[in-house]
DNA sequence: CTTACCCACTCGTCTATACGAGTATGCGTG
DNA sequence: CACGCATACTCGTATAGACGAGTGGGTAAG
């Protein structure tokens, strides 16, 4: 048997009104902070931790769920409870949609994940028709169905964010956009060329706990949050042409906006 | 005894290879999402569904404890499980700091309360100067010290965010800036006054689910994420003026940003 | 009528136990 | 040497029981 990896961790306070388990939870919390124990270390199993506070296994394993809910770490089934690792971030620039980034012929998505080293991957297209729901319907000025484009992005394997297109039907019917690949450029480059000169992007953005259905998407461990982003897309004669869905996971990403001081 | 409020609920599937408490989790969140529950219902006690469900009450509260990680429900001790309020979120528009938003008496955050019909607090103001963090001290181009200005926002009684501003000492030292009410318009007023003419913001977004100090400060339920949003200000001869660093309850906030096409 | 207490009900914490299921390792067999 | 299996470890699920603590309502005493 090796030595024990908890002879990182004190004693509890038995005289503290704080429960045991969350003292418990301090005390590996601290020692994550500290550096004790490292981003993707093992933490002390349940076992171990159960004989070096001389509790009972629901206890700690009570423990070990608040760090989790915390997002500090994630257990593996079968392997251990582990620091949970970072993953590199992408930053989102709010320049990402300008026309100059749009000349090439591969995806925003992609130029800038292979700059970044990473291999990226689209995933889960699909392109159909469909009746908004209320909310889209309103953004788009209520048109009574709409082409929703749907897809996942992976970086190096790993799923960060999946979203869906809304573009009013009668806009985008029988053109490129309708097909799974719009072209180079992308769906704002045949929009523009179709004559609709986008003029501005709204975003909306929300952060909550992902669905279930998120969490098996994205593979989301618990204790970490999505970052909801809508986009809506004008032209310049004031028109939605377009609304972005896009449900990200928020230990993937940092949005980055510049705005003017005026 | 009144009838059994979880007559909205059916029974499990004993031949379904999903947990039980899994099961009981579906049912319950089921139920919530059709608005057979809902906002502020509260949920069948832990003895109703034990009796109901014909399981153990350790097995009740994991179904519970899921529904509460994923923000759907929070418990109240002595009272009971509910289904989580959506407190009205406000809304954080990209012109917020627009100058002529910075022409009154008040706070932007206090006008825009009053305006929505709230009633808005500040609280636990705070001056201090400091040796900064890495990379607080980074976003400033290096000052040995730095005035940190910390305070804490509630609407309607309720703690939805708090902030630290960051200059360096050698521009705000000795100025209304350090003082606990710089007068109207804020600091960016008197940063103006003082030459640093404003020029563009930058702000960083990331959403992560809270420490525990910041669950305590927020009076955050489980299952809600924290926004946080480091802006900074730079001024006309393009210095980093002011770092902001904010954390936002995510259930309390919908950030909004415009940007151009170009 | 009002106050104070008691009680019933709620969730919170903790113990002890059992079995199942995923993982890794090493050993023995072919 | 390679493969497969046994085994020991990990966490996952579930049961049964006990006591504590916060809440609210009803009742009994003042």
């Given at each position: 048997?090796?030595?024990?990896?908890?002879?990182?961790?004190?004693?509890?306070?038995?005289?503290?009104?704080?429960?045991?388990?969350?003292?418990?939870?301090?005390?590996?919390?601290?020692?994550?902070?500290?550096?004790?124990?490292?981003?993707?270390?093992?933490?002390?199993?349940?076992?171990?931790?159960?004989?070096?506070?001389?509790?009972?296994?629901?206890?700690?394993?009570?423990?070990?769920?608040?760090?989790?809910?915390?997002?500090?770490?994630?257990?593996?089934?079968?392997?251990?409870?582990?620091?949970?690792?970072?993953?590199?971030?992408?930053?989102?620039?709010?320049?990402?949609?300008?026309?100059?980034?749009?000349?090439?012929?591969?995806?925003?998505f992609?130029?800038?994940?292979?700059?970044?080293?990473?291999?990226p991957e689209v995933d889960g297209l699909e392109?159909?028709?469909?009746?908004?729901?209320?909310?889209?319907?309103?953004?788009?000025?209520?048109?009574?169905?709409?082409?929703?484009?749907r897809r996942r992005y992976l970086l190096?394997g790993r799923p960060v964010e999946f979203a869906?297109?809304?573009?009013?039907?009668?806009?985008?019917?029988?053109?490129?956009?309708?097909?799974?690949?719009?072209?180079?450029?992308?769906?704002?480059?045949?929009?523009?060329?179709?004559?609709?000169?986008?003029?501005?992007?709204?975003?909306?953005?929300?952060?909550?706990?992902?669905?279930?259905?998120?969490?098996?998407t994205l593979?989301?461990?618990?204790?970490?949050?999505?970052?909801?982003?809508?986009?809506?897309?004008?032209?310049?004669?004031?028109?939605?042409?377009?609304?972005?869905?896009?449900?990200?996971?928020?230990?993937?990403?940092?949005?980055?906006?510049?705005?003017?001081?005026?």
């Amino acid at each position: 048997m090796p030595p024990l990896a908890s002879g990182l961790l004190g004693a509890l306070d038995p005289t503290s009104d704080r429960a045991v388990f969350r003292q418990i939870a301090d005390q590996l919390r601290e020692a994550i902070d500290k550096g004790r124990f490292r981003e993707g270390d093992k933490l002390p199993s349940e076992t171990e931790l159960v004989d070096h506070f001389g509790v009972s296994r629901m206890t700690v394993r009570n423990a070990l769920s608040l760090l989790q809910q915390e997002g500090l770490a994630v257990s593996e089934h079968g392997k251990g409870v582990f620091v949970r690792p970072r993953p590199p971030v992408r930053r989102l620039a709010s320049d990402r949609f300008a026309r100059r980034h749009r000349e090439q012929g591969k995806s925003a998505f992609t130029v800038e994940a292979e700059a970044a080293g990473s291999r990226p991957e689209v995933d889960g297209l699909e392109v159909k028709e469909e009746r908004p729901s209320p909310d889209i319907s309103a953004r788009l000025g209520s048109p009574r169905k709409v082409l929703a484009r749907r897809r996942r992005y992976l970086l190096d394997g790993r799923p960060v964010e999946f979203a869906t297109s809304y573009l009013p039907l009668d806009l985008a019917r029988n053109t490129p956009i309708a097909q799974p690949n719009p072209g180079p450029g992308g769906i704002y480059a045949r929009l523009e060329e179709m004559g609709h000169r986008l003029d501005h992007f709204d975003e909306e953005i929300r952060a909550r706990m992902p669905t279930p259905a998120e969490v098996r998407t994205l593979r989301l461990a618990s204790g970490v949050p999505v970052i909801h982003l809508v986009r809506t897309a004008y032209d310049a004669d004031g028109r939605a042409v377009e609304v972005c869905d896009t449900v990200m996971a928020a230990d993937a990403y940092v949005l980055a906006y510049q705005l003017p001081a005026t």
